[in-house]
């Protein structure tokens, strides 16, 4: 070996091929995501880094009118639908209004409770004359679940309250308005924002633009923010529009319908149990029957009688393209007679029940409130799959909806300030939800009386959380109670002066308690 020339390498041993080995496999000894990694798996995954606004602006068009078509055509959807409307409005969100407890700040309550009572009534605060302030909620509910809705103020001098409220789609917001004002607002997609970003107006369509067929002519108008209120479903920081609830779902909804449009198809084929007559070719030992005289044609041409023609044919000789359950067909080459095999379906309620709970996860609602199915449920499974439910609703009611109705009371009673019916426009409400629903309201009830007893939950969470306000509550029961008095109606429904289920009254005031005093 020359001098100055490097030995070679020792060739590494097992030990050390095996730890390059493992550290290749487990990506080299650096911390990394399989999600972010590509493989031929990966390959057709479309990703976007587009902002919140771009990619919501491409794809809502087609995305509400997809949902609105699986409300008209698909039970499960309209069915989700509706247990969001019934658990967000149910029978209307109550208002009633907040006074310091002073005589005149009852007095002016009074006067405001007196005009929203007017306000929800028919046809006084619906712009179209036909609903109640409950009806309007509900349409507001059922509306936003396609992603956005806004509630309109608009002023008319015939309102015995000096205004009416108008519930707009979403498809009334100017989406192709985006430019840049004076001043450095902006608008996009018909929403008008200043310097910092806020939300000051919103663009909207004087005609809904699918109503073209009436061929009236539509522009669009600046509308103040202190005369509309937008409810979208929570989305992304900075996304001006929401999308619709059943976005996640809605592939899942049409592979779906098609699955049962092709089951349908296939259960229909298997009614079409068809017989087939054949026979055997004419030859030297199957000899046709003796046709007697032979047959000529137009021609003057003798025609051969064992010349066939493929095909089949029905039981007169017609031929036929189509089967019919319990139809016998003839065919033209052979003797014997067969059935065909249609093929049933298989595992048909478990890829459906598949499909369904899928639905119900995406749309953040139990199996059985998607699919009415209540077979396999008991009390502790229903009430298990309600708790993320109302969670939700509890999120989207008391922080977007209640917000939104909060305001249009605000319109209501700063109208009725103008007219000289109330004597303050600030004053503010309390605002109740209906009763939920319980699945068993013994339990509940008994749970219920232990928290409050315990300190953990306050009385009046209790009450409204069953429909009430408390203040009005208190004042019913004081009024059944003078009348049991009254008529002399011995009750155990009293709780102050009898204990519950008719257990005898408790020791008079002063008396001692048994075992105390000696």
């Not at 070679?8 to 041993?13: F, I, K, L, Q």
């Not at 007697?292 to 000789?317: H, S």
Request: proline share 6%; aromatic share 8%.
């Amino acid at each position: 070996m020359s001098k100055g020339a490097r030995s070679p390498r020792p060739a590494p041993s097992i030990w050390a091929r095996m730890g390059r080995g493992i550290a290749r496999a487990f990506g080299g000894g650096k911390a990394s995501y399989k999600g972010a990694a590509y493989s031929r798996s990966k390959a057709d995954w479309t990703m976007t880094s587009a902002g919140p606004n771009a990619t919501v602006q491409a794809a809502l068009p087609v995305l509400v009118a997809r949902h609105r078509d699986l409300e008209r055509n698909d039970p499960h959807i309209k069915r989700a639908v509706s247990v969001y409307v019934h658990a967000l409005v149910g029978t209307g969100l109550m208002a009633t209004a907040q006074h310091d407890g002073s005589e005149l700040g009852m007095s002016e309550a009074a006067e405001a409770d007196a005009v929203w009572r007017k306000a929800c009534k028919r046809g006084v605060l619906d712009v179209m004359g036909v609903e109640t302030v409950a009806g309007i909620q509900a349409q507001t509910a059922r509306e936003w679940m396609t992603g956005n809705v806004m509630l309109r103020r608009i002023y008319d001098v015939t309102s015995p309250i000096g205004i009416r409220v108008q519930v707009l789609e979403g498809d009334m917001l100017d989406s192709t308005k985006t430019t840049e004002l004076e001043g450095g607002n902006r608008i996009k997609g018909g929403i008008e924002t200043n310097r910092i970003g806020r939300i000051v107006a919103y663009w909207i369509r004087t005609e809904h633009p699918g109503e073209a067929s009436y061929g009236l002519a539509t522009t669009s108008i600046r509308v103040s923010l202190d005369d509309l209120v937008h409810l979208k479903m929570p989305g992304r920081p900075g996304q001006l529009m929401g999308v619709p609830i059943s976005s996640p779902v809605m592939a899942t909804k049409k592979d779906e319908g098609d699955f049962n449009a092709f089951t349908l198809i296939a259960k229909k084929s298997e009614s079409l149990t068809v017989g087939v007559v054949t026979r055997q070719p004419y030859d030297e030992w199957n000899p046709p029957p003796d046709a007697g005289a032979p047959q000529l044609d137009e021609n003057g041409n003798e025609v051969q009688p064992d010349v066939v023609v493929p095909g089949v044919v029905n039981n007169k000789g017609e031929y036929v393209g189509s089967m019919t359950p319990g139809q016998w067909l003839g065919v033209e080459a052979g003797t014997d007679v067969r059935f065909n095999n249609p093929q049933i379906a298989a595992n048909y309620d478990q890829f459906i029940a598949s499909q369904q709970r899928r639905v119900a996860v995406g749309m953040n609602v139990s199996y059985e409130q998607a699919t009415g199915d209540f077979s396999n449920a008991n009390y502790s499974t229903m009430r298990g799959g309600m708790l993320e439910f109302w969670a939700e609703i509890d999120m989207l009611l008391w922080d977007y909806f209640e917000p939104a109705w909060d305001v249009v009371w605000g319109w209501v009673m700063e109208a009725a300030w103008l007219k000289g019916l109330v004597a303050r426009p600030d004053i503010e409400a309390d605002w109740q939800a209906p009763a939920r629903p319980s699945i068993e309201p013994d339990k509940d009830a008994i749970a219920n009386v232990i928290q409050v007893r315990a300190g953990w939950l306050d009385e009046d969470d209790i009450i409204k959380g069953n429909g009430y306000h408390p203040e009005t509550l208190r004042k019913n029961l004081e009024k059944r109670r003078q009348a049991r008095e009254k008529y002399g109606i011995i009750s155990d429904a009293d709780p102050a002066k009898y204990a519950w289920r008719g257990s005898l009254p408790p020791a008079e005031k002063g008396t001692p308690i048994e075992g105390e005093g000696k």
